[in-house]
């Protein structure tokens, strides 16, 4: 753990890779190793810090060298590159500090153009807002294509922002305890057993048996009962090699999970009985603590649940996401090792916190909470409980052993008493009613290609005057939606796919109004009380309404502006296509009588530009009384408006000068032109 010196967290936070560049993370490992001002070395560790301070260390990147990959080209249009060479190697990193409201801006929290090459260097500024609320974050790499590998591969850690005066009253005397929920890939199968991925069984399951590829100890195509055996965790003998050899199969999970680094890793026996390795051991040190816990997977669900000798343990939420509770809802929590504040009032928490027994997190989820020790001699267990995504498996595991405090430690623990501390606002709050308003400000969906391996997200056309189609995400694309400064939004997301995915945006919270199908009640009663950055959205069944989310989007704080993106934060999705940017800029507004001229550009991009190397939208934008060329097409595009009747003559710098044709050619040549060099971009 590290903490902020006279306001600042510095020294240099290091990248590696040790193994083979070639073998990705199973022959190898990512860490990130931060050395302090004394010298002293720590893996991915803990920070923290208090609002007001900063993030000052220097990320250096000494993995391998490898050639450019161009397909991570940096978009002019954008600006300049916060670092001198944006495109993409594949050892490249950088940091995307998720959940806190550091800038996006260069050498802050961005994520876009910032590139740290091998054998190069970063120097972060990352200011945390006076206002920032308490609790858990955490950081990752975020290089689009490379930020599910370098994740797997073990590089993230940590941030809490401390606060006191935010937290509820008793959590503050508690032990704290802070559990970091990874995932990698999972081992080769061991000699003699044969892993068949569950979307492999699924579909088996979907066909007549006569066209099933499992078969059976018989040879035979398998039975709904065998494959649903597999499905259940079991063994199936099968055939393989047209019919030479049987073997046992077992579905694998899709990754293994580690806590802390410690990994109960996939382990079948011999014989295929799926099992796991040994787990590692939480020794509680007082009676009641409070657990920081963070899902720092790629790709992995973490079904969170608490279980004393085999009954799920209640435990009492605080925090969300890194943001404190508020709101109607909850219930008091009572100290009842302590009869005399309970009679004085002493011992209750004059917050509401969330009683449950079991929270979903996806990837990138967070949840802080009060839980009480085991009793001695009594067997105790974190355990991640199945989640059904309609494709990857996620099985129900025992992730850690919990051990009870001592005696002594269970009689002297502090007592919990209620402190009334001085209240700030923090951040995110507004004082709108909660109801949803009748039309969304902006309508987006998830979908997915599965033969070209692509996932996308896409505005609808009922908010999207200029719809594009459906497109994988390219580090050349200009931002999809622009919101105004200060503007608190309502935004429907919904999921056309027949697979779980999960919306997650950066620099901003947000507070679930509805859910689709609608949620039960301890849902809605923690939608009411949780800002979030991160929210699941079920598979879609493949009739009937798509699952949905209407969210109240909070970007009203007046430091946040410029370029962030949004995205599905299973990182599978987002390095093949799921992500798109977004511009907290000036309000823009589209003359009528260039509207059709606006659509003609962006569709000219589409039509000579299919396979996504220009911008996704193209549009022409008028702000501020002035014209400006918000797009950069490909030659055949900038050849046909250049051809097409005077378009590009409808176009105005942000000086009002109209672009002529030869400008138009020098910037077709991939010239900067002087003109549009400090044109405000938006799209």
Same mark, same amino acid.
């Given at each position: 753990?590290?903490?902020?010196?006279?306001?600042?967290?510095?020294?240099?936070?290091?990248?590696?890779?040790?193994?083979?560049?070639?073998?990705?993370?199973?022959?190898?490992?990512?860490?990130?190793?931060?050395?302090?001002? *004394?010298?002293?070395?720590?893996?991915?560790?803990?920070?923290?810090?208090k609002p007001?301070?900063?993030i000052?260390?220097?990320? &250096?990147?000494?993995?391998?060298?490898?050639?450019?990959?161009?397909?991570?080209?940096?978009?002019?249009?954008?600006?300049?590159?916060?670092?001198?060479?944006?495109v993409?190697? $594949?050892?490249?990193?950088?940091?995307?500090?998720?959940?806190?409201?550091?800038?996006?801006?260069?050498?802050?929290?961005?994520? /876009?153009?910032?590139?740290?090459?091998?054998?190069?260097?970063?120097?972060?500024?990352?200011?945390?807002?006076?206002?920032?609320?308490?609790?858990?974050d955490?950081?990752?790499?975020?290089?689009?294509?490379?930020?599910?590998?370098?994740?797997?591969?073990?590089?993230?850690?940590?941030?809490?922002?401390?606060?006191?005066?935010?937290?509820?009253?008793v959590?503050?005397?508690?032990?704290?305890?802070?559990l970091i929920?990874r995932?990698?890939d999972?081992?080769?199968?061991?000699?003699?057993?044969?892993?068949? #991925?569950?979307?492999?069984?699924? =579909?088996?399951?979907?066909?007549p048996?006569?066209?099933?590829?499992?078969?059976?100890?018989?040879?035979?195509?398998a039975?709904?009962?065998?494959?649903d055996?597999?499905?259940?965790g079991?063994?199936?003998l099968?055939?393989?090699?047209?019919?030479?050899?049987?073997?046992?199969?077992?579905?694998?999970?899709w990754?293994d999970?580690?806590?802390n680094?410690?990994?109960?890793r996939?382990q079948?026996?011999?014989?295929?009985?799926?099992?796991?390795a040994?787990?590692?051991?939480?020794?509680?040190?007082?009676?009641? #603590?409070?657990?920081?816990?963070?899902? =720092?997977?790629?790709?992995? *669900?973490?079904?969170?649940?608490?279980r004393?000798?085999?009954?799920?343990?209640?435990?009492?939420?605080a925090?969300?996401?890194?943001?404190p509770l508020?709101?109607?809802?909850?219930?008091?929590?009572?100290?009842?090792?302590?009869?005399?504040?309970?009679?004085?009032?002493?011992?209750?928490?004059p917050?509401?916190?969330?009683?449950r027994?079991?929270l979903?997190?996806?990837?990138?989820g967070?949840?802080?909470?009060?839980?009480d020790?085991?009793? /001695?001699?009594?067997?105790?267990?974190?355990?991640?409980?199945?989640? &059904?995504?309609?494709?990857?498996?996620?099985?129900?595991?025992?992730?850690?052993?919990?051990?009870a @405090?001592?005696?002594?430690?269970?009689?002297?623990?502090?007592?919990?008493f209620?402190?009334?501390?001085?209240?700030?606002?923090?951040?995110?709050?507004?004082?709108? $009613?909660?109801?949803?308003?009748?039309?969304?400000?902006?309508?987006?969906?998830f979908?997915?290609?599965d !033969?070209?391996g692509?996932?996308?997200?896409?505005?609808?056309a009922?908010?999207?005057? !200029?719809?594009?189609?459906?497109?994988?995400f390219?580090?050349?694309?200009?931002?999809?939606?622009?919101?105004? @400064?200060?503007?608190?939004?309502?935004?429907?997301?919904?999921?056309?796919?027949?697979?779980?995915?999960?919306?997650h945006?950066?620099?901003?919270?947000?507070?679930?109004?509805? +859910?689709l199908?609608?949620?039960?009640?301890?849902?809605?009663?923690m939608?009411?009380?949780?800002?979030?950055?991160?929210?699941?959205?079920?598979?879609?069944?493949?009739?009937?309404?798509?699952?949905?989310v209407t969210?109240?989007?909070?970007?009203?704080e007046?430091?946040?502006?410029?370029?962030?993106?949004?995205?599905?934060?299973?990182?599978?999705?987002?390095?093949?296509?799921?992500?798109?940017?977004?511009r907290?800029?000036?309000p823009?507004t589209?003359?009528?009588?260039?509207?059709?001229?606006?659509?003609?550009?962006?569709?000219?991009?589409?039509r000579v530009?299919p396979?996504?190397?220009? *911008? +996704?939208?193209?549009?022409? =934008?008028?702000?501020?009384?002035?014209?400006?060329?918000?797009?950069?097409?490909?030659?055949?595009?900038a050849e046909?408006?250049?051809?097409?009747?005077?378009?590009?003559?409808?176009?105005r710098?942000?000086?009002g000068?109209?672009?002529?044709?030869?400008?138009?050619?020098?910037?077709?040549?991939?010239?900067?032109?002087?003109?549009?060099?400090?044109?405000?971009?938006?799209?």
């Amino acid at each position: 753990m590290i903490y902020a010196s006279n306001g600042v967290v510095g020294g240099k936070l290091a990248a590696w890779f040790d193994g083979d560049p070639s073998g990705g993370n199973i022959t190898g490992r990512y860490c990130l190793l931060h050395t302090d001002v *004394y010298g002293r070395t720590r893996e991915a560790p803990v920070i923290r810090l208090k609002p007001g301070e900063r993030i000052g260390f220097t990320a &250096e990147n000494h993995m391998p060298s490898t050639p450019i990959t161009a397909a991570h080209a940096w978009n002019p249009a954008l600006g300049t590159p916060c670092t001198p060479e944006a495109v993409m190697r $594949s050892f490249a990193f950088n940091l995307h500090m998720h959940g806190t409201s550091a800038m996006p801006g260069c050498g802050s929290d961005e994520v /876009i153009t910032t590139v740290v090459q091998p054998g190069g260097s970063w120097t972060y500024d990352m200011r945390f807002p006076s206002n920032s609320p308490p609790g858990m974050d955490w950081y990752h790499p975020h290089i689009h294509t490379l930020a599910q590998d370098q994740m797997l591969g073990g590089m993230t850690g940590a941030v809490i922002v401390d606060n006191p005066a935010q937290l509820p009253n008793v959590v503050r005397n508690l032990r704290e305890r802070v559990l970091i929920i990874r995932d990698q890939d999972r081992a080769p199968a061991p000699s003699g057993v044969s892993y068949i #991925e569950r979307p492999d069984v699924l =579909a088996d399951r979907a066909l007549p048996r006569t066209q099933r590829s499992i078969f059976n100890a018989l040879n035979q195509p398998a039975t709904d009962a065998e494959l649903d055996k597999l499905l259940a965790g079991g063994t199936l003998l099968v055939t393989q090699d047209g019919g030479k050899s049987v073997r046992p199969a077992v579905v694998p999970p899709w990754k293994d999970l580690s806590v802390n680094w410690v990994s109960p890793r996939f382990q079948p026996t011999a014989a295929g009985v799926a099992g796991y390795a040994a787990p590692g051991v939480i020794k509680m040190e007082g009676r009641r #603590e409070f657990w920081r816990v963070a899902n =720092a997977s790629a790709d992995s *669900y973490v079904r969170l649940q608490v279980r004393y000798s085999g009954t799920p343990k209640t435990f009492w939420v605080a925090s969300m996401d890194g943001v404190p509770l508020a709101g109607a809802g909850g219930s008091y929590l009572f100290d009842p090792l302590n009869p005399l504040g309970v009679l004085l009032g002493l011992g209750e928490s004059p917050d509401k916190l969330l009683p449950r027994t079991e929270l979903l997190l996806p990837p990138g989820g967070r949840a802080e909470f009060v839980i009480d020790a085991p009793l /001695i001699g009594q067997t105790a267990e974190v355990v991640s409980l199945a989640y &059904e995504t309609a494709a990857d498996s996620n099985p129900q595991r025992t992730l850690a052993w919990v051990q009870a @405090p001592s005696l002594l430690s269970l009689l002297t623990t502090s007592l919990t008493f209620g402190t009334t501390l001085g209240q700030s606002r923090t951040r995110f709050v507004d004082t709108a $009613s909660l109801v949803p308003a009748a039309k969304s400000h902006h309508a987006l969906y998830f979908s997915q290609n599965d !033969d070209a391996g692509e996932f996308y997200i896409t505005e609808d056309a009922s908010t999207d005057p !200029d719809p594009g189609p459906e497109k994988a995400f390219g580090m050349r694309d200009g931002p999809s939606i622009v919101v105004p @400064p200060g503007a608190v939004q309502q935004w429907r997301i919904e999921n056309r796919a027949t697979e779980a995915h999960v919306f997650h945006i950066h620099q901003i919270r947000f507070r679930v109004l509805a +859910r689709l199908p609608v949620a039960d009640a301890q849902t809605q009663e923690m939608d009411r009380m949780a800002l979030r950055d991160t929210i699941e959205l079920p598979a879609w069944s493949g009739s009937g309404p798509y699952p949905a989310v209407t969210l109240r989007m909070y970007f009203n704080e007046s430091d946040i502006r410029g370029n962030f993106v949004y995205h599905c934060h299973i990182l599978e999705h987002e390095d093949n296509g799921m992500m798109a940017i977004l511009r907290v800029g000036s309000p823009v507004t589209v003359a009528s009588a260039k509207v059709r001229a606006a659509q003609q550009l962006a569709e000219a991009g589409r039509r000579v530009d299919p396979l996504g190397l220009g *911008y +996704r939208s193209g549009k022409v =934008a008028f702000t501020r009384g002035r014209w400006l060329a918000a797009n950069s097409l490909r030659d055949e595009a900038a050849e046909r408006l250049e051809n097409s009747g005077g378009l590009w003559n409808a176009i105005r710098d942000r000086d009002g000068r109209v672009l002529d044709p030869a400008q138009c050619r020098t910037t077709r040549r991939g010239e900067k032109s002087a003109l549009l060099r400090g044109a405000s971009v938006v799209q």
